[in-house]
């Protein structure tokens, strides 16, 4: 016999953790949050790193803990595996992250390792020489990849002149790049100043600001803070259908206007964009995978930077439905934009976006992660509390207004990779559609303008798909 369903319980208060903070005499802000459910710490350094030099940026991360004047790669390893720790880094176009833990009783050696590689780090000529072919053979499997080239097209497309456009280097440029480069660049751009440490542990939070303190003062430098532009706004106009002769496949990609996380817009426009297609059960998800199986894991998020934010709208589509699924995916948009959701789909998206807050909070490595995140943009855990607290008292007025003002189709940017001969027309039905081709030469991919076809663009297709259903 079924039994139904419980109701959920009603979302309980988010509370966070009180957060201890010091501002070290090189530059450098330590927040330390205890959180006592396991006997771990979880550190996380930002530093700002806008990357206005890709290829050695990238490889930095790649090399930096490979050595430095007294330990080799080998010994680091070692010396953290004696704490039960682990310390690594990468990079996104805003931040260097350093990230790793240990037990909480070995804080203090973590903390020591850590500093010697800010200070020191040597990157030896047979390591960086080692993890330069890894990299330039980790981007050439990428440029292969249809769901790189859409991002790729789709930056290009986005952001023209903004450093952002372009965030994988060429493996030709990283081939290029000496031992010398990089220890210049970690000497110039890897310093304290502006730069966050966050710590989270079963450790008393004093202690772990005093640790940090004793440990990391002697980091310094002198060098610059990159600050990056605004981001360009949007700017409509044709499709862009980037070809890719022979392909199964094509990646539809939509780049929607978005707000920081500071604006008072933000909590409705996570919300409708949950409910149109940032989690399983939204109306986008129903539509092209649930009900015509146009594909298998359609997504759309807000995706936030430091000099702007987008939201972006993703799905991998067979090539014989490229021109419904796209069809589909404005209409879902303009229904969104212009009728206001249900009372049940709000409730719905709310009990799922303050769920994952909660969830996101309940691990020290998530906490860390969050504070880390939030810290980068000026705000402290303080933030999520007041955040919470908007979504719960967003109204389905203020849903639908959000939708109207983002995410109509019309105020988009819409690329398309695949195989062109075979979509064109199809998609030239729906809008004006501006072709260019993917070519691969010596491990680079190029752009190539071709030429503008087509009809009337995304306002034509999503009203025309309103016959169509959802």
Do not use: C
Not at 213 to 224: P, Q
Not at 354 to 360: A, F, I, N, R, W
């Amino acid at each position: 016999m079924t039994r139904p369903v419980p109701p959920l319980e009603p979302t309980r208060e988010l509370h966070v953790p009180q957060t201890a903070e010091r501002r070290l005499p090189n530059g450098l802000t330590v927040l330390a949050i205890q959180r006592s459910s396991v006997p771990l710490v979880e550190v996380r350094l930002r530093v700002p790193f806008a990357q206005t030099e890709l290829a050695p940026s990238a490889l930095l991360t790649q090399t930096m803990f490979s050595g430095t004047a007294d330990m080799s790669t080998v010994d680091i390893a070692a010396e953290l595996q004696t704490v039960g720790g682990a310390l690594g880094s990468g990079a996104d176009p805003d931040r260097l992250l350093v990230s790793g833990n240990s037990l909480a009783a070995g804080l203090p050696r973590l903390l020591e390792i850590m500093a010697d590689v800010l200070e020191r780090a040597a990157y030896p000529a047979d390591e960086v020489a080692t993890e330069r072919d890894r990299l330039v053979d980790r981007i050439q499997v990428a440029q292969s990849q249809p769901a790189h080239l859409a991002r790729v097209a789709l930056l290009k497309r986005v952001y023209g002149n903004h450093p952002y456009a372009v965030q994988t280097p060429e493996a030709a440029d990283v081939k290029e790049v000496a031992p010398e480069l990089l220890r210049a660049l970690h000497g110039e751009r890897v310093h304290p100043n502006g730069g966050i440490l966050v710590l989270v542990g079963d450790v008393p939070p004093e202690r772990m600001l005093d640790e940090a303190e004793r440990k990391l003062s002697g980091w310094g430098g002198d060098g610059r803070l990159i600050e990056l532009p605004p981001v360009p706004a949007l700017e409509p106009g044709p499709l862009t259908l980037v070809d890719r002769p022979g392909s199964v496949q094509s990646s539809l990609r939509i780049a929607l206007p978005g707000v920081p996380r500071t604006h008072p817009d933000h909590a409705a426009l996570q919300l409708a964009n949950l409910i149109f297609g940032g989690y399983f059960s939204s109306r986008w998800v129903e539509n092209i995978r649930e009900d015509k199986g146009y594909t298998y894991g359609p997504h759309s998020v807000v995706e936030h930077s430091i000099a702007g934010t987008m939201l972006t709208v993703s799905a991998e589509v067979a090539t014989e439905v490229t021109g419904p699924a796209l069809l589909e995916t404005w209409y879902e948009l303009g229904r969104l934009a212009s009728l206001p959701p249900k009372e049940e789909e709000l409730e719905q998206a709310r009990q799922y976006a303050l769920g994952t807050l909660q969830l996101g909070m309940s691990t020290q490595s998530g906490l860390a992660g969050l504070a880390s995140t939030y810290a980068g943009y000026g705000l402290r855990l303080d933030y999520l509390a007041e955040h919470a607290a908007r979504l719960a008292a967003a109204t389905l007025d203020d849903v639908a207004a959000a939708a109207t003002k983002y995410l109509a189709p019309t105020r988009g940017v819409t690329v398309v990779l695949g195989d062109a001969d075979r979509v064109e027309g199809p998609l030239g039905a729906l809008s004006a559609v501006h072709r260019e081709g993917v070519r691969q030469a010596t491990g680079l991919t190029e752009v190539a303008e071709q030429e503008t076809t087509g009809g009337a663009g995304p306002a034509s297709g999503a009203a025309a798909a309103g016959s169509a259903g959802a």
